[in-house]
Nanobody
Framework: QVQLVESGGGLVQAGGSLRLSCAASGSIFSINFMGWYRQAPGKQRDMVATITSDGTTTYADSVKGRFTISRDNTKHMMYLQMNSLKPEDTAVYYC????????WGQGTQVTVSS
């Protein structure tokens, strides 16, 4: 059984910063791929950033230069540092573990006011 728990969301003004955390537990030792995804009301869930166990990262064009994904394999943690936040970043942010048949967290709300 794998569990993912996100934290760190909240309300912030445009231009502000937040740091999201994802704590993973369970049988996760062989899973390489992790990522952050987000879903705004009425929209599909989209990739924000991904990271593999060797540190290879990818970012959505809309967040490049503003967001940074990282992970601590020893602590089974993943992070998303979000700077220069914009109102269009408002969404529920989900932690994902695994590329195929992934596990998902319950999500954390990020709201950016203008």
């Amino acid at each position: 059984q794998v569990q993912l728990v996100e934290s760190g969301g909240g309300l912030v003004q445009a231009g502000g910063s937040l740091r999201l955390s994802c704590a993973a537990s369970g049988s996760i030792f062989s899973i390489n791929f992790m990522g952050w995804y987000r879903q705004a009301p009425g929209k599909q869930r989209d990739m924000v950033a991904t990271i593999t166990s060797d540190g290879t990262t990818t970012y959505a064009d809309s967040v490049k230069g503003r967001f940074t994904i990282s992970r601590d394999n020893t602590k089974h943690m993943m992070y998303l540092q979000m700077n220069s936040l914009k109102p269009e970043d408002t969404a529920v942010y989900y932690c994902r573990l695994g590329r195929f048949s992934p596990y998902w967290g319950q999500g954390t709300q990020v709201t950016v006011s203008s």
